[in-house]
């Protein structure tokens, strides 16, 4: 008998209070991403997100929809979504 994977929502709350980053990957490709250009045309992106980093992400939301984040790319600010249909991994730091 097979067994059901969690959400992927609830696998990234409970490995954000786990750890201190959070790695999420996905397909920028996808409908519904909001990332940098130079970002979009890569079949694979890596972000990091966590809840005590060096550099704070204040306005972290870890929502039904996907991830929305204001994330620094060439030390800019950037808002960011991630729906959950684009994310295939997310691996803890540890």
Same mark, same amino acid.
């Not at 980053?21 to 970002?39: E, T």
């Not at 990091?48 to 060439?74: C, H, K, R, W």
């Given at each position: 008998m097979a067994t059901k994977t969690p959400p992927k929502r609830d696998v990234m709350l409970a490995l954000l209070q786990a750890a201190? !980053?959070?790695?999420v990957n996905f397909d920028p490709r996808?409908?519904?991403?909001? %990332?940098p250009p130079q970002l979009k045309r890569q079949p694979r992106?890596?972000?990091?997100?966590?809840?005590?980093? %060096?550099?704070?992400i204040p306005d972290l939301d870890v929502g039904e929809e996907?991830?929305? *984040?204001?994330?620094s790319?060439?030390?800019t600010p950037t808002?960011?979504?991630?729906?959950? !249909? *684009?994310?295939? %991994?997310?691996?803890?730091?540890?």
């Amino acid at each position: 008998m097979a067994t059901k994977t969690p959400p992927k929502r609830d696998v990234m709350l409970a490995l954000l209070q786990a750890a201190d !980053s959070v790695y999420v990957n996905f397909d920028p490709r996808r409908d519904g991403v909001v %990332a940098p250009p130079q970002l979009k045309r890569q079949p694979r992106v890596v972000l990091q997100y966590g809840m005590n980093m %060096a550099i704070p992400i204040p306005d972290l939301d870890v929502g039904e929809e996907g991830i929305g *984040a204001t994330l620094s790319f060439d030390r800019t600010p950037t808002w960011t979504f991630v729906p959950w !249909s *684009a994310v295939f %991994a997310i691996v803890s730091q540890d």
